[in-house]
Structure formats: C-alpha cells, structure tokens
C-alpha cells in the first residue's frame, strides 16, 4: 500500500519524541534516494507539528514497490574512541582524529588574529569543522554514557542486512497511524527476523531519552532504584540516535564544566529548508555562559531563518515563529567523574515580534532588529579576564528576564530586562566602555508594534516623544559625552520610575519631578553659557502623557518610556560624542 503521510508519535513530551521524527523523516528520504533515483527528481518532503504527533507528508506518495526494491543503506554515523572500539562494517568516525584536528584549528586561529592584530589587518581565517563535529564529540565523550547503546544499535542494523526489508517496513508500520501498537509490530517484526543474537528490545540512554535511562522510574515516588533501566524497541532507539545528528547542537556551557543540547522543534517547515538552516544555524553557534546561550540561540535560529527567507523565497509570507515553534533546551551537570546527567529541560521560543515576512524590505526591517537584539545580549559581559563566570545575581536575572520574555513571550518580562539594562548600561557608560550599546528608538518601536500595534498610539504621541528625549539626554547622552557634557547624569532614574509604575499619581508625581529639575537645569546651564544646549519640556507634554495614562494605565507608558528613554535616537545619540541636542 503506498503511502504518503508519516507519523511520529510525542510519546514523552522531550525532545526525544523530535529526534525520533527527524529520524522517520531521515529514512524515508534514504528510501527516496536508493529506490527511485531520478525519477522521483523535485521531490518534497514537508515535516510538520500536529499537536499529539508530528507529521511528515510526500508531495506525492510513495510508490508501493520501493521499499521491496530500495537498496540497503546506513542511515547513522558510527564512531570509534580508544575506550568505545568500533568493530562493524561501516566506516566509522574517528573521535580522537577530529578532536585532534579541532584543536590545531583553534591553535591556528589563535595564531592568525594574534599576528593580524599586531599589523592591524583582518585576519584569513581557514574553515572551521563541520557543525555535526559537536555531536560526534557529544557522543564520543564517555561521561555521556551514549556511546555503546548508540554503536549497538548501528551494529544491528548492520547485523540484520539480509532484513533490510522487514526493517524498513516495520519502521513505516510504526508511522503509519499516528498511535501504532509498538509492543505488536515490534514483536511482529522479532518473529520475522530469525537470526540468533539480534535482541527486540534494547536499553535507553537518558542521552536520547532524558525523562528515562537509568534512575528513578516508579509511577510512585515511594522507593529509589537507581539500577532500574528502561528498555524499548532497537527500531525507536535507532531513529532516535539518526535524528540526533539532524536537528541537536550540543555545546559546552562557558565557564563552568556543564553542558547543553539545543533540539530544533518545528511547526511546518520542508526538510530541505531545514537542512539548510540548521547547518548555518549550528555553525554560528558558539559556546556562551548558560542563560546568554538560550538566549543567543533562540535569536540566531530567527535571524538564520530569515535570511534563509530572503535568498531562498521559500517560506515568505510566514512569520518565522509559524515555521519553527522554538528549542528545546537541556542542561547535563557533571555530579561524578565519570558521568553526566540531565539537570533540567526547557524549551525556549523564538521571536514572535518579527512580523510576517513577506517581502524583502519585511526581511531587512527584522534582521535589524535581531541583529540589535543579539549584539547587545552578547555584549552583556559574564566572563571576566580569568574565565570566571559571572552569571549570577543581578547579570543572571537581566538575562533570564529576557530568556523570559522569549520563552513565554510576555511583554512585562521585556520591560523587566529594559529596566535593568537601563542600570547596566549606565554603570558601564560610567566606565567609558562605550562598545555597551543601547537599543535603538527606530528598531524597539518594531518590536513594540510587532507584538501590539496599538501601541503605536502611545510611542508615537509627540509629549510621550519629548519627554522620553527628555530622559535619555539626562541619562545615557552625557555619559557618552563624558567630560565634554555641561549636564548632571541621573542615575537610576530608569528604575526609580519603575517603582512607582503600577501607582499612577506616585508614577506621574515622579515623572513631573523630574521635568521640573530637568528645565531647571537647563535654565541654569543656559544663564551661565548663553546657550540653549537642550530644548526644555512643554507642559502640554505632561498633559499629553497625562491622557496616555488615563487610557492605557500608568504601567504601560511608564514602561515604554524607560524602554525607549533609554534607546538612542540617531547615529548621532548612538556614537554620542558630539554635543547634546
């Protein structure tokens, strides 16, 4: 019977139930390649998010013959270390070569910046490894406890060659309905495959299965048996592993001895296109202290696939949270010396605020605002000069806040980081390290109005305008000015507003305190220098803002206004070493 829609059912609610289907997704273009040629040329296999299950749909359906008639092919990657020998047939991946050779690459490229830095050039940089080098040396690292089930299962499937057939048809069997009886077919196929020491089933690793593996499994938390394993059908454990190298980054977490997987999890997207961007995706991905990595990652997917929008036109007119639901994301602490386990599981969304993307002007408005996003979550410094990590308290919380605000996509999450990169962003101005950047006015109002357009009312009102000009040049414009400002800097104003948000006569009482020491300063800057270097506040201005509050509340605007009191206007307030306006 042909078929054209596949299933992968979300048996555990992980990642694990991702690897699986980009598995499925793996074997059925395998039988694509090695059984029609070019005859099935422009094929396209579409791989999407239906709730309970994933689906992966043909553009047209499988032809009944090609599973009886398609060539035996390995669809996983086996891998040799000194400790975990591989002794199949297939060519396996050599882990201490690779590592060998990724430790030369950075070796040169330590060596190339350092001699281009001294004679002020850019340096020539050779190519990095290929991406999939962080799964080989996920894998291939013992104290992930991975690696034997991993080989076993290749060596199986390699075992039961002269099965190749029952093997691919159980495998479409399974994903043939979206709730297969796995304990049937899987005993359907044992008694198919009559061949002495091939086992049906074989035991989990929390690595492919992070709720499972060894450990605590009772439906009751009323005893502990820690030696307790989890076993399943080879056939899922097997898909389990081909998928890992098709939708996992593994990373190193900076400064610290943790680790963490990244899992693409898609909402609809064509294999192809992810292909192309999680490759990209993989390469600009580069190990960060815990919380700026989610966050990096969950920006970099975004900005990877709309460029991958704009050059491709492909996937226009779709909003880039539509194609991708977002990462899972697991964290594994080193608890023994020999043993890493999983600490926590979450799952991080990717930008809903990019609007919809269909056209190039759509694509290059969103990159801006990305890419702004990502400079200044990275320039948030959590390493000091000796390696330490610095992610903790007030730098842990501005991340998180902004993780937050990804994850569960709340605006008050975003005003949250706003306020407190308000506080950071002053304290190292203070220090002159003016590669800190703040936002800028243009790129937060898409934001703003790709998550509420009737926001627009509020940030484009002209006394809200004045007086969030009013804020930024009494805070970050003389601290970039340094020496060379005639003005006081107000410190802590951002959050000294903050506090009294949520109390409209507090928020507006502080509000018109400080415009009343602001114009008063200017009128005493102006006596003594016989210029009018910043235009004072109108009290129409306050009124304005006034009839904002009334109408939206005074949380709201007192938000925005920090949010943007603290954005540069222009290139001008940006580099700020001019003069004040």
Request: with cysteine; glycine share 6%; net charge neutral.
């Amino acid at each position: 019977m042909s078929q054209q829609l596949f299933y992968s059912t979300k048996s555990t609610g992980t990642y694990a139930d991702t690897l699986a289907a980009f598995g499925l997704a793996e074997i059925i273009k395998g039988i694509l390649e090695h059984s029609g040629g070019r005859a099935w040329s422009g094929e396209r296999i579409e791989f999407r998010d239906d709730g309970p299950y994933y689906v992966i749909e043909l553009s047209k359906p499988l032809p009944e013959n090609w599973v009886e008639r398609c060539e035996y092919f390995n669809p996983a990657q086996p891998i040799s270390t000194p400790k975990q020998k591989w002794d199949g047939k297939a060519k396996a991946r050599d882990y201490d070569s690779e590592w060998k050779h990724f430790k030369q690459y950075q070796d040169t490229v330590k060596n190339l910046r350092e001699a281009a830095r001294k004679v002020g050039i850019e340096a020539n940089l050779p190519d990095p490894p290929p991406p999939d080098f962080w799964v080989l040396a996920f894998l291939g690292d013992y104290r992930m406890q991975a690696l034997n089930g991993y080989n076993e299962a290749i060596h199986q499937w390699e075992e039961t060659k002269n099965f190749f057939v029952q093997n691919i048809e159980t495998i479409l069997e399974l994903s043939a309905t979206p709730y297969p009886d796995v304990e049937a077919i899987s005993k359907g196929w044992a008694k198919s495959v009559t061949q002495k020491g091939i086992k049906r089933e074989r035991r989990v690793s929390q690595l492919f299965n992070p709720v499972q593996g060894e450990g605590q499994h009772h439906p009751k938390a009323n005893r502990l048996n820690t030696r307790n394993w989890v076993e399943s059908f080879w056939l899922l454990e097997f898909l389990k592993g081909v998928g890992l190298w098709k939708c996992a980054i593994p990373r190193t977490v900076s400064g610290d001895d943790d680790r963490k997987t990244y899992v693409v999890s898609p909402k609809r997207i064509s294999l192809a296109a992810h292909e192309d961007v999680f490759v990209k995706f993989g390469a600009a991905l580069w190990n960060e202290t815990a919380v700026k990595m989610d966050v990096v990652a969950a920006l970099l997917y975004a900005q990877t696939l709309i460029d991958y929008s704009e050059q491709k036109r492909q996937i226009e007119g779709r909003v880039p949270d539509k194609v991708i639901e977002g990462l899972y994301v697991t964290t594994y602490k080193r608890l023994s010396q020999n043993s890493y386990t999983v600490m926590n599981l979450a799952f991080i969304g990717i930008p809903e605020w990019t609007g919809e993307i269909s056209n190039r002007e759509n694509a290059k408005s969103a990159q801006e605002v990305i890419n702004e996003h990502i400079q200044i979550i990275k320039s948030v410094r959590t390493i000091n000069e000796k390696g330490k990590n610095l992610e903790r308290d007030e730098i842990y919380k501005l991340l998180a806040d902004y993780r937050d605000f990804l994850s569960g996509r709340q605006l008050g999450a975003f005003f949250d980081f706003c306020a407190g990169y308000s506080q950071y962003l002053a304290r190292e101005l203070k220090e002159k390290h003016y590669w800190i950047k703040p936002f800028t006015f243009n790129n937060l109002r898409r934001l703003f109005m790709g998550i509420d357009q009737g926001l627009s009312e509020i940030i484009d009102n002209e006394g809200f305008r004045r007086i969030a000009s009013a804020i930024r040049r009494s805070t970050i414009t003389p601290l970039y000015l340094g020496d060379k400002s005639m003005y006081e800097v107000r410190y802590g104003l951002g959050m000294e507003l903050k506090r009294k948000a949520a109390f409209p006569k507090e928020f507006l009482g502080a509000l018109s305190d400080f415009l009343q020491t602001y114009n008063e300063e200017n009128a005493r800057k102006s006596a003594k220098s016989g210029q009018q270097m910043r235009s004072n506040y109108r009290e129409e201005d306050l009124t304005q803002v006034v009839h904002l509050v009334d109408k939206f509340g005074s949380e709201i605007v007192c938000h925005l206004l920090i949010a943007l009191g603290y954005a540069s206007e222009s290139d001008d307030d940006k580099s700020a070493k001019n003069a004040d306006k």
